[in-house]
């Protein structure tokens, strides 16, 4: 009976949070959100180009400049925002991310491990080896890869920018990095594919270019 009435709980979390909170972050970009479980996630990737102190970040378009960054940077993919910001958000290395500024306000990357907490969630819930299924949006996925997004998360395939400065795999691939850093090179992320149902876990170069999803503090 007690699980029987948290899920009435979560499911009624689900649909005020989702159709009522709207986040504003630094740059005056809005955001709305969805609870999953015990976590509220943005729904939408991130897309400002400010920190949350109102600080500007970098924009860096070229491939020498980025690969050679020490310090943080946001791009669009193909270095192309009328295409394409609208829809996937912007790419920020992860030394943007390091400076715990980068959600807005109450707002945060997450860390790897609220990225397994959301999967666990999805496993327990009837979508064990289906969890990314359950993310990936419904459409905008290539070659049949469309998820069921079962939870409002909207998934997306924005590509990601390599360490190199190159763009790739846009309408194949979601990556998304975590606040969690695995050594000075490399920090954990999470990835959805076109081709898998599943949710992978990776550890990138913190120089490669990712969206990034919020979470609430």
Known sequence: MKKILLGFIAIGLLTFVGC??????????T?????????????????????????????????????????????N???????????YGKLYNWNAIKTCELCPTGWRVPTYEEWNVLEDYLTVSG????EGTALKAAS??????????????????????????????????GHFWSSSEFNTKNAHSFCLLNSCDIVFRSTENKNFGFSVRCIKD
């Not at 979508?127 to 289906?130: D, E, G, N």
Request: some cysteine.
């Open 77 to 87: 993919y193909e270095n192309d925002s009328s295409q394409y910001e609208a829809t």
């Open 140 to 173: 905008g996925w290539d070659k049949n890869g469309n998820g069921t997004d079962a939870y409002g998360w909207v998934g997306l395939s924005s590509g990601y920018r390599a360490g190199y400065g190159n763009f790739a795999s846009i309408g194949y691939v």
């Open 20 to 29: 009522g909170t709207s986040i504003t972050d630094a740059d005056g970009n």
């Open 127 to 130: 979508h064990a080896r289906k």
């Open 31 to 75: 955001y709305t959100s969805v609870v999953i479980g015990e976590q509220e996630w943005m729904v939408e990737n991130l897309r400002t180009t400010k920190y949350a102190d109102g600080t500007p970040i970098p924009n860096v378009t070229d491939s020498n400049q980025w690969r050679d960054l020490k310090t943080g940077a946001w791009c």
